[in-house]
């Protein structure tokens, strides 16, 4: 099959919008995107630091990538990359391996912190302890805390994340299923500035997880593809698959979830304004007396 925009081979059919894409053409479309997105979420000015939160993994490795490619030469922003050592053996250090490599080639300065350094203790230890928790809570709350304090620590006005379409809205219907109003207007991309946490962008929001990956082979990007061990027991498998299923049977569904809740996200924070926010005892701020990641490291 043609490529709908040159007499090129097409790698790719875009269900949703009908277009058969060549690898050249393929890449731009996801590049103006993620350009488009970006210039939507922030006003960057000469000066400011982004920091990107990298695992190795195809996402976050496209947006470390992207971000150096739309950025390098044309403003003023400092970059860095932040990895985290959850402390899961056989897993996460080839990745962190491959991470390095790719700041090393985009010149982009590398930080890494780990749960052991921070909690003094790993994923490794803390799994076979969750109880009534999935592995995969901890590890959320103890990575989101690990990475806003470096992000702190090097200035940052911004952290990236990698998520894409299908993480976006995977979280919108797990948030509308369990009736969580609130953490649905406090989701990102953040628009409002608070005292000690860093706000985060998210500029693969509007690409769908296939045409990451697919862009990432397309790169020649050397990202890690493994699977962590804890992954099955996540709750967010079951609304991956509920997307997926809408998805097929009805393409560009992930788009108007997306849309819908854009619509309704200014009143969500209407009604929901954000919290005043006090200190943890760790120095992290919090809706509570102390961070959700000191109330779960205290079962231990």
Known sequence: MKCSHCDSEAVT??????????PSHFRRYVEKRVKKELRRQVELRHGDVIS?????????????????????????????????DEGIAGYRPDSLLKVQALCDELDVPYHQVSFQELFQKGMDDIAPRAGDSSPCTYCGVLRRKGLNSKARELGSDYLATGLNLDDTVQSIMMNFTRGDVERLARMGPHVKVQEGLVPRIQPLRIIPEKESYLYALLSGLDFHDGTCPYADLALRNQYRRLVDELEDRSPGTRFSILSSYDTLAP?????????????CDCGEPCMTEKCKACQLLERF
């Open 13 to 22: 059919y875009i269900r949703y919008n009908g277009s058969h894409l060549c």
């Open 52 to 84: 990107v939160a990298v695992s190795g993994g195809k996402d976050s490795m496209v947006t470390l990538h992207l971000l150096h490619h739309i950025l390098k030469g044309k403003v003023d922003v400092e970059m860095h990359c932040i990895s985290v």
């Open 267 to 279: 009143m969500l924070r209407a009604n929901h304004p954000a919290a005043q926010l006090h200190r």
